[in-house]
Each structure stands twice: as structure tokens, then as C-alpha cells.
């Protein structure tokens, strides 16, 4: 019943707990003094004093009307107290004004104590005014009526209100101190709450609902900018049977080993999200189809090595769909639907898929996934096939050479170009082992051949540009010619000239220690990569390979035979001998020797031939 009486049913938000206690604690003061008023009116009304009594019942009419007021509405809780002080200085100042020669000083030192409630309460400024008015007016009224003794014994009616004051002053010490704590809870829950509702428990990253609001913001602020932007979904295949297996502990452990790898690849993103039990996405700058697929290719890479949690071993794969921005969409509602119909088709695709939602990008990603696949299978099974193309000396028609050229015999799609497979197999660093398994074909079929007719010149291999950026290259070349018995002698290899270009420095030094083991090197496709005439004196070449783009037109486009006489008297000032490619008529033939070339490669003589017709084509040669 007093706490109905003293918050009148008021319901306090949060927000108001200091409001409650204010109005809780004048509530109660108004109500005790209008009591206290009401009962000194009656003790006067039988003592005769009728003019106080009236003033006191007119006091406690007032503050009873403005309890009233007070429980109907709290919004002018502030007006009421402003009201209720300045009905109490009129009050105090008449009373004491009658009665000044009763020394009335106890009232004086309550009503003083109501206005230091209300300094603390509420309005600081309004009660300092009120308490110099009413001092104003009790000093003058004892100088008029008693002259400085009336002044000197307001003294004796202070102190109630000193000792009170002091009471107060605790008081509401203890409440700064405790609504100050209180903000502070309310703080640390806002932000308990605010983390329960942004972010995933387990792997601590933003969740469903931080996502969606960051996605709106990315989306807000490139429609201004009209930029694009990506959506990558990322979902951990079989997650449930690892999950049901291992147990629910594990599985968590697993998200989290599962987030640092993601984030060692997508750092460059820094907006990771968990979605779903096994979903992560995350918001990326990257817009192309081959930045797309480098990034999505990496991911599935970082998360197929092998996960140690608990003494157990497990291998997680997981699939990947994407959407663009606004291709694909330029709503939340469009992107998330469509992200997930891509991932969705990667999954029912097969473990392991990468899906664009644009079709046209996801058969690009079909192709290119599919290429990586059977490259690796064909690298495992050895369907690589070297195939040979003579070099031959056009003046007296004799073998001087040949070049190793590798074939891919697809089982099911038969021949696959060169130019189709290789930057494939550069890119995904396959490459490798596809140089290494034709240098070791090519050098057995070669010492064969060589111990049936001595006179076959050197057999020459297109190095890759990746094999030589690999620092254990030159020791695995001496080692294979070393397993194989092969002399480096007999040894020629082609450099591209795309690739000298692109360091300088960096070439000489390579080819240098190439050139030491006795190899002879030659300079592929010459003329296509703009070489500086400056460097190749420097460089340790013995060859010079003019490339068939050139070849092609010699004897019908005057421009095109006047530079390959220019390639052809390069190649004689440098002292490198000089051998032309793609050479396919009799009057090509005739042009090259004509101007000093005589070493050709074409169809004329030969197109590249398997290592069975090869050798038949050398024993065609020899009688």
C-alpha cells in the first residue's frame, strides 16, 4: 500500500529509476508535511490562534491537491515541486511574519529542509533563489521587530536543518553512487545484449543478423559510388555426420580451426560471418570471374589440409557458391536468395564445387574446375605422351636435332592442344611435374635412339618459365640427367623470350649456371618479346629460334622477309647459329638458306611425330 501510494501505480522504465526515487522521496515529504501542517492547524484552531489556522489549512488543502496532481500525471512532477516550495514560502513567510515574536524557528528550519530536499532532488537554481527570498524576508522581519538579538537567535533555529542537511547530503550521496552503478550494469547488459544479438557464441564472429545490417550498409553506400562487390558463401561439406560422430565439443573446435583458416585467406575481406551451423559469408572488393575463382580456389585449399583436434585426424572439404553485385541482384532480399540457389547448385553438383550464380561464370568455373581435375589425374597416370619434330639441316638435308614436345591423349576427350592445357598447369603449379616426366621421356627414348645411329644431333626441350623460377631447378635437372646417364652435352634447352624480359638480371644469372653444366640454350619464339640487343650480348645463348608467326608470309610480305633477314644477321653478329620454325613450303626453304639460315623445323620436313614414328623417320634418314 505505500509503495502504491508513494509511485501512485506509475510504471518506471529503466531509463527512470533516478526520476522514481525523486518522486518517491517528495511524494512521501509532501504527504508527512501536509499531515504535519494539518495537525498544528487543529492544536491552533483550539488555542484560538485562527489567522494560523487558517494559513495552515489553506497549506494543507494545497499540498493535498498537488499529491492529487502529482498521481494523476508524473510529466509535471518538476512544475508540482516549483509549486509546492513557493506555497511553502508564502506559508513559512506569513506564519512567521504573525508569529515573530514567538520565535517561531522550528518552522523556518523545516521548511528550509524541504527546500534542501528539493535542491537535491531537482532544481538546483530554483531552490538557492527560494532560500535567499525567505532569508531575505526572516532578516528583515526580526531586524524590523527585535533588531540584532531577533538575528542572532535564527542561529538556535538551524539546527534541525544543519543536521538534517547532513542527512540529505549522505542520502544522496549513496543514490549518485548507485544510479552511477546501476548505468554502469545497464551498460555492461546493453552491450551483453548487443553482443547475444550481433554475434556467433562459438566462433566469435558477426552472425546472421550483424550481416544482413553490414550488408545493407554496403549496399547503401554503393549505390552512391555506383561500385559492385560480391557475396562469397562458404559451406563446410558433411559438417552434420562429423558433427553426430565426433560429438557437438568437436564440432565447435572444428569451426573455430575452421575460421582461422579462412581468415590466413581472406584477410583482405576482414568482414567474415558465420550464418548458419556450417555457413560462413563474407563481403569481397572483387568483382572478376578470375579473382573470384583464385580466391574461392584458395579457400578450398586451406581448408583440405588435414584438421588435428582431440588426438583425431579429419579431412573437411566445402563448397562455394557467389553472387554479384548488382548482377545478381540489389536488394538483400535478391542476393541472399540468389547466393544460396548457387550454393545449393555447387552442392548438389558435388562435394567441393565452386558456383556462380551467373550461368555464363559457372560453366567458365565448370570448365576451368574441370581442366584442374583431369590435369592432376593425367599428371598421376602419366597420359602425357612425348611427341618429336625434327630439326634438320636444309643445305644437306641431315638430322641435327630435335625438340621434345609434350601431348596430352585425353581417355575420353583424345588430344588435347598444348596451348589449351599449359597455363592451366603454370597456373596451379602442375607444371613441374609435367616438365620433369617429358625431360625424363624425351632422354630415354633419346639415348635409345643415339646407341643405334651416333649422328643424331641434340635433343632439345622447352623449359618452363615456372620451373626455372623454382629454386631446387638446377639441382633436379642434374639429377635426372645424372639417374638417366645423359650427357648435357647432348642437351639443349629453349628459353622463352618473353621470359628473359621480365628480369634481366635475374636471366643472366639463371642461364648462366644452366650454361656451365655444358647445356646449350636457345632462345624460343625470338622476336615476339621485344629483347634489347644490349642484353643478349651478355646473355649465354647459343641458339636463336625464329618464331613461325614470321616464318609464315616470308616469300609473299616483303616487310615480313626483310625482318626475318634482320633476326638471321642479329643471330650471325651475336655468333649464335639460327634455326627457323614453321617452315611448310619449298620456297620458305629456299628464301631461309638462301639468307644464311640453314636449320629448319616445320611440316616441310616433318610434323612432331610420336617416339615409335620418330625413330622410324631416323632410320629413314640414315639410308
Known amino acids: 500500500m505505500l509503495h502504491n501510494f508513494l509511485t501512485s501505480g506509475f510504471e518506471f522504465t529503466k531509463n527512470e529509476l533516478e526520476l522514481k526515487l525523486k518522486y518517491q522521496f517528495f511524494n512521501l515529504l509532501l504527504a508527512f508535511n501536509m499531515s504535519a501542517v494539518a495537525l498544528a492547524g487543529i492544536f491552533r484552531f483550539y488555542r484560538g490562534e485562527n489567522l494560523q489556522c487558517f494559513v495552515d ?167 552512391k559510388r555506383e561500385k559492385a562487390f560480391s557475396l562469397i558463401k562458404i559451406n563446410i561439406d558433411d559438417f552434420k555426420t562429423i558433427n553426430d560422430t565426433y560429438g557437438h565439443s568437436f564440432g565447435d573446435k572444428l569451426l573455430r580451426e575452421t575460421v582461422t583458416r579462412l581468415q590466413k585467406v581472406l584477410y583482405k575481406e576482414n568482414n567474415l560471418s558465420r550464418i548458419g551451423a556450417d555457413e560462413f559469408i563474407v563481403i569481397s572488393e572483387s568483382i572478376t570471374a578470375d579473382e573470384l575463382m583464385k580466391i574461392a580456389e584458395d579457400v578450398q585449399k586451406e581448408m583440405q589440409q588435414k584438421v588435428s583436434i582431440d588426438n583425431k585426424n579429419v579431412f573437411i572439404t566445402c563448397s562455394i557458391g557467389i553472387a554479384l553485385y548488382a548482377k545478381d541482384g540489389n536488394d538483400v532480399e535478391t542476393l541472399m536468395k540468389n547466393i544460396d540457389s548457387a550454393l545449393h547448385d555447387a552442392k548438389k553438383y558435388a562435394r567441393n564445387s565452386i558456383r556462380f550464380y551467373n550461368t555464363q561464370l559457372t560453366q567458365h568455373t565448370d570448365e576451368k574446375l574441370s581442366m584442374i581435375a583431369e590435369l592432376k589425374h593425367a599428371v598421376e597416370y602419366k597420359e602425357f605422351e612425348v611427341y618429336y619434330q625434327a630439326q634438320i639441316d636444309a643445305s644437306i638435308n641431315k638430322l641435327v636435332g630435335m625438340e621434345a614436345l609434350v601431348r596430352w591423349n585425353h581417355p575420353t576427350k583424345g588430344f588435347i592442344p598444348p596451348d589449351k592445357f599449359i597455363p592451366f598447369a603454370e597456373e596451379y603449379g602442375l607444371i613441374k611435374d609435367i616438365d620433369y616426366l617429358v625431360m625424363q621421356q624425351a632422354m630415354k627414348h633419346f639415348m635409345y635412339w643415339k646407341q643405334q645411329y651416333q649422328d643424331i644431333g641434340r635433343l632439345s626441350i622447352n623449359l618452363s618459365v615456372k620451373l626455372l623460377e623454382t629454386p631446387s631447378y638446377l639441382q633436379d635437372i642434374k639429377q635426372i640427367m645424372q639417374n638417366l646417364s645423359f650427357s648435357p652435352h647432348e642437351l639443349e634447352l629453349e628459353i622463352t623470350e618473353s621470359y628473359i624480359m621480365n628480369d634481366i638480371e635475374k636471366s643472366i644469372e639463371v642461364l648462366r649456371e644452366i650454361s656451365e653444366l655444358g647445356i646449350e640454350l636457345a632462345i624460343d619464339d625470338f622476336g615476339t618479346g621485344y629483347s634489347s640487343l644490349a642484353y643478349l650480348q651478355k646473355l649465354p645463348f647459343n641458339k636463336l629460334k625464329i618464331d613461325h608467326s614470321f616464318i609464315k608470309n616470308i616469300t609473299q610480305d616483303t616487310d615480313e622477309a626483310n625482318l626475318v633477314k634482320s633476326i638471321i644477321h642479329i643471330a650471325q653478329a651475336l655468333n649464335l647459329s639460327v634455326i627457323a620454325e614453321g617452315v611448310e613450303t619449298e620456297a620458305q626453304k629456299e628464301f631461309l638458306i638462301k639468307n644464311g639460315c640453314n636449320f629448319i623445323q616445320g611440316y616441310y620436313y616433318s610434323k612432331p611425330l610420336s617416339a615409335a614414328d620418330m625413330f622410324r623417320y631416323i632410320q629413314t634418314l640414315q639410308y
Open 57 to 223: 489549512f489553506v497549506y494543507t488543502i494545497i499540498s493535498a491537491i498537488m499529491i492529487f496532481l502529482v498521481r494523476r500525471n508524473k510529466k509535471i512532477f518538476p512544475l508540482i515541486v516549483h509549486s509546492a516550495m513557493i506555497v511553502a514560502l508564502i506559508t513559512v513567510s506569513l506564519t512567521f511574519m504573525i508569529n515573530v515574536h514567538t520565535h517561531n524557528f522550528i518552522g523556518i528550519s523545516w521548511f528550509y529542509l524541504e527546500v534542501l530536499v528539493v535542491f537535491f532532488l531537482t532544481d538546483k537554481k530554483f531552490s538557492l533563489s527560494i532560500i535567499a527570498i525567505s532569508v531575505l524576508i526572516i532578516l528583515s522581519t526580526m531586524y524590523i521587530e527585535m533588531g540584532m538579538e531577533g538575528i542572532k537567535a535564527i542561529a538556535f533555529g538551524l539546527i534541525p536543518f544543519l543536521v538534517f542537511s547532513l542527512f540529505v547530503s549522505l542520502y544522496e550521496k549513496r543514490n549518485s553512487i548507485q544510479n552511477e552503478l546501476l548505468r554502469e550494469q545497464y551498460k555492461l547488459l546493453e552491450a551483453y545484449s548487443y553482443n547475444i544479438e550481433n554475434f556467433d557464441f562459438v566462433t566469435v564472429l558477426p552472425n546472421k543478423n550483424l550481416f544482413i545490417k553490414n550488408l545493407n550498409h554496403k549496399i547503401d553506400s554503393v549505390e
